[in-house]
T-cell receptor, first 114, second 114 residues
Framework: DAGVTQSPTHLIKTRGQQVTLRCSPK?????VSWYQQALGQGPQFIFQ???????QRGNFPDRFSGHQFPNYSSELNVNALLLGDSALYLC?????????????FGPGTRLTVT | QKEVEQDPGPLSVPEGAIVSLNCTYS??????FMWYRQYSRKGPELLMY????GNKEDGRFTAQVDKSSKYISLFIRDSQPSDSATYLC??????????????FGKGTKLSVKP
């Protein structure tokens, strides 16, 4: 079992550009959540996808959008990048019927905006 | 006031010491309390979770929840250099379909010196 995988591992973008991050959930999981972790901070919830729909959203602007595919994998898109978007982006997968303690995190994608 | 407060440390202890990590919270709706360990440049991994109040023990780790005081703790006995990591507390009010929104503390960076 490969667990949760994310790509790319890290990337550098310029302010104003757009970025797409990818996540493959743990085998058997149907729900994907995305978190942003700024340096020295705890992860902050961005949104959650289940059945290819956004089910919950945290306090993030519309520049942050996502998608879930029929195979449960997911993408996070960020438009008009700001310097403050520099962070580790974490994907967590789970079963929709499971408990909050059953989210498994991937290694993250480190985004640097210059 | 933030929903979850956690002293970021850093905390440095000698090998074999007992470590105490704590979080306070303000939302009385929280029912699930988790502790995650995060190594540098990795995703968080679940150490323990507790539902509602009480204690839970797993090997060298003990988690305590005091809902009346809105205070949770993680104790590490006989600490080892391999325990050196950032410890994040996380909380959730929900189970099932809306379990995605974990609220994290800032994390406490722990260093165990040989």
């Amino acid at each position: 079992d490969a667990g949760v995988t994310q790509s790319p591992t890290h990337l550098i973008k310029t302010r104003g550009q757009q970025v797409t991050l990818r996540c493959s959930p743990k085998s058997g999981h149907d729900t994907v959540s995305w978190y942003q972790q700024a340096l020295g901070q705890g992860p902050q919830f961005i949104f959650q996808y289940y059945e290819e729909e956004e089910r919950q959203r945290g306090n993030f602007p519309d520049r942050f959008s996502g998608h879930q595919f029929p195979n449960y994998s997911s993408e996070l898109n960020v438009n008009a990048l700001l310097l403050g978007d520099s962070a580790l982006y974490l994907c967590a997968s789970s079963l929709a019927a499971g408990g909050p303690y059953e989210q498994y995190f991937g290694p993250g994608t480190r985004l640097t905006v210059t | 006031q933030k929903e979850v407060e956690q002293d970021p440390g850093p905390l440095s202890v000698p090998e074999g010491a007992i470590v105490s990590l704590n979080c306070t919270y303000s939302n009385s709706a929280f029912q699930y309390f988790m502790w995650y360990r995060q190594y540098s440049r990795k995703g968080p991994e679940l150490l323990m979770y507790t539902y509602s109040s009480g204690n839970k023990e797993d090997g060298r780790f003990t988690a305590q929840v005091d809902k009346s005081s809105k205070y949770i703790s993680l104790f590490i006995r006989d600490s080892q250099p391999s325990d050196s990591a950032t410890y994040l507390c996380a909380m959730s009010a929900n189970y099932g379909g809306s379990q995605g929104n974990l609220i994290f503390g800032k994390g406490t960076k722990l260093s165990v010196k040989p």
